[in-house]
């Protein structure tokens, strides 16, 4: 089959697809039939459509020496996309100006490349911790907070909202980190390692949220990194349920240098194997109450 040939029998096929009624219609006129690899046609139909491939201004012409659409299907995603070594990088070297070419070439950044020190995080001191974060443990210290439950947060670019700010969800998620770190430890001093493994797979008494409710006292922005922290708290009330406690918790802005976001949640003590909240007993009661700091006890 010719080129030219192909290109009619795709035409065809591609009005067919557009418009059934169309299709019907112009088999009818062209009558076109195939075999043994040729096409044949008793109208002129076809005739005015080859004129037209051959009409430079035509949309369907065809150059001579050139071969049509294989198929009328559209083209693979292989075809619309290249390989990232196709791409080059860089402009060539006609393109550079001369103060451009005069410039040496490195693949590597100097020294004198580098940003200087991010005021997020600051130089590092011999434990490899900077003021900014010295200064945010200190600050949640003296609030009480248990260090059991300190956890970095960097913010990242998608953690933002289409307000351009990081989305109310998502301290939610960075609280949930600092509860776990701290459930963790806590499972550690009851239990040991057996414990820790047993809280964090459901296993036995652990742990689980009731409630939490969420104070958003200023924005946050990207870049920035978060400290999060929790303490235990006796609550408005001085006598509380054995099966449940009040945590509370704090995110600490290091961009800021504040307390960007505080909660208050309900811990309660739950028997995963008979599934009903239960009193979790003296001896982890007693290891709890180690954890509240005097400001936040109401009764020893």
Not at 143 to 162: K, L, N, R
Not at 163 to 189: C, G, P, T
Request: charged share 25%.
């Amino acid at each position: 089959m010719t080129a030219l040939s192909r290109a009619s029998a795709l035409l065809s096929s591609v009005l067919c697809r557009q418009s059934p009624a169309g299709c019907r219609g112009f088999k009818t006129t062209a009558r076109i039939r195939a075999e043994n690899g040729r096409i044949y046609s008793s109208s002129s139909s076809i005739k005015s459509l080859q004129d037209a491939f051959r009409d430079p201004s035509s949309p369907f012409h065809i150059p001579p020496g050139t071969h049509g659409p294989a198929s009328p299907d559209p083209p693979s995603e292989a075809e619309l996309h290249t390989s990232a070594h196709d791409v080059p990088i860089g402009l060539p070297d006609e393109l550079l100006s001369a103060h451009d070419q005069s410039l040496p070439s490195t693949d590597a950044f100097s020294a004198s490349d580098v940003p200087p020190e991010s005021p997020l995080s600051g130089e590092q001191n011999e434990w490899g911790q900077s003021p900014v974060a010295e200064t945010a443990k200190a600050h949640l210290l003296r609030g009480g907070y248990d260090p059991d439950s300190f956890w970095e947060q960097p913010v990242v670019w998608g953690d933002h909202d289409a307000f351009q700010h990081v989305d109310n969800v998502r301290y939610v998620r960075f609280f949930e980190s600092s509860r776990i770190k701290w459930m963790r430890a806590l499972a550690r001093e009851i239990g040991g390692p057996q414990r820790e493994n047993a809280i964090l797979r459901a296993q036995g008494v652990g742990l689980i949220l009731k409630s939490i409710s969420v104070d958003y006292k200023r924005p946050v922005t990207y870049p920035d990194t978060l400290l999060v922290a929790h303490k235990v708290h006796t609550g408005l009330r001085a006598k509380a349920p054995r099966t449940h406690f009040h945590f509370a918790g704090a995110i600490y802005s290091y961009a800021q240098q504040r307390v960007v976001t505080t909660c208050d949640s309900v811990l309660v003590w739950y028997d995963y194997d008979k599934l009903v909240k239960c009193d979790p007993g003296q001896k982890i009661e007693k290891i709890l109450a180690r954890r509240i700091s005097r400001k936040d006890r109401l009764s020893l």
